[in-house]
């Protein structure tokens, strides 16, 4: 578990617009060299559910895992972390945790405070 004391950057997750590809844990797998099933973020099916006649929601949930080390290795290179940059939705966003708190100003929207490792 993190100390908040110690949180320096946030992950800010849209659900809004989270489809559920797994892009961002594939990435995650790929450049840290993870095996299937371990990741840095995971992305949860909340199954679906009728909303309004023939519409359906789909629910997915993202979420880092204590795998996550914020991609220290590609930040150092001026990168953004994997998950961030090969999300096809592009419902990710990381940074200050300031910054990302600010960014987080609608329902639906979560931000992860995660410490630098």
Known sequence: MINPAEANFGLLVNYDWCTGCHSCEIACQMEHGMPVGQSG???????????????????????????CDTCAERRGLGKVP?????????????????????????????????AEK
């Open 41 to 67: 973020i995971l992305i949860h099916d909340m199954g679906h559910w009728p909303i309004e006649g023939d519409t359906w929601q789909f629910g997915y949930l993202a979420a880092p895992t204590k795998m």
């Open 82 to 114: 994997t998950c961030v940059q090969h999300c096809q939705a592009q419902c990710l966003e990381f940074g200050p945790l300031d910054e990302m708190l600010k960014k987080a100003d609608h329902e639906y929207q979560t931000v992860f405070t995660l």
